[in-house]
């Protein structure tokens, strides 16, 4: 059993909410963020995410756009256990169209977030887009340890390359 390219893409689509890392660099100290995002989108490997102009991922994201997207569907059976790690960078979208597109894209997958975006508003919204660097599968259908997990390295334009 294999967790391909196109399965993995599906896995990311059909998950609802996914865990994003950011590095903290406040007060001194250095250490992960975590916090989970559910107004989100994907575009290949691609993501898009929405939040807050000011919050602490936008600064955090400012001073090290260096991210991790982990993504684990619900009420999975530990036999077929699967989750998928995107490495990468994150940057602010600050192009009116691709901000655009990204906000379409998000708003057709999240119908919430279309509603606050048309009740409030996009001033306050920051959009970033993930490009991922290493996709990283787990696949219990594989088996257990090393032989469940595989690295596809992506490359510049944001095309599966080499295993």
Same mark, same amino acid.
């Given at each position: 059993?294999?967790? /391909? $390219?196109?399965?993995i893409?599906?896995?990311?689509? =059909?998950?609802?909410?996914?865990t994003?890392a950011t590095?903290d660099?406040?007060?001194?100290?250095i250490?992960?963020?975590? *916090?989970? @995002?559910?107004?989100?989108?994907?575009?290949?490997?691609?993501i898009?995410f929405?939040?807050?102009?000011d919050?602490?991922?936008?600064?955090?994201i &400012?001073n !090290?756009? !260096? %991210?991790?997207a982990?993504?684990?569907?619900?009420?999975?059976?530990?036999? !077929?256990? *699967?989750?998928? #790690?995107?490495? +990468? $960078?994150a940057?602010?979208?600050?192009?009116?169209?691709?901000? !655009?597109?990204?906000l &379409?894209l998000i +708003? =057709?997958?999240?119908?919430?977030?279309? &509603?606050? @975006?048309?009740n =409030?508003?996009? /001033?306050? %919204?920051?959009i970033f887009? @993930? $490009?991922?660097e #290493? @996709?990283k599968?787990l696949?219990?259908? *594989?088996?257990?340890?090393?032989?469940?997990? &595989?690295?596809?390295?992506i490359?510049?334009?944001?095309?599966?390359? #080499?295993?």
């Amino acid at each position: 059993m294999s967790f /391909d $390219k196109e399965e993995i893409k599906s896995y990311i689509n =059909n998950t609802k909410l996914f865990t994003l890392a950011t590095i903290d660099s406040g007060n001194g100290e250095i250490y992960p963020a975590l *916090r989970v @995002i559910g107004a989100f989108a994907t575009n290949g490997f691609t993501i898009y995410f929405s939040t807050g102009k000011d919050s602490a991922k936008s600064k955090q994201i &400012e001073n !090290n756009p !260096n %991210v991790t997207a982990y993504f684990q569907q619900e009420g999975q059976a530990l036999p !077929n256990f *699967r989750n998928v #790690t995107v490495i +990468g $960078k994150a940057r602010l979208l600050q192009c009116e169209g691709e901000f !655009n597109k990204a906000l &379409e894209l998000i +708003g =057709n997958r999240n119908p919430r977030f279309k &509603e606050r @975006i048309k009740n =409030n508003g996009r /001033d306050k %919204v920051a959009i970033f887009k @993930i $490009k991922p660097e #290493t @996709i990283k599968s787990l696949d219990y259908g *594989r088996g257990h340890g090393a032989q469940a997990v &595989e690295k596809i390295k992506i490359d510049s334009a944001c095309c599966a390359s #080499t295993k």
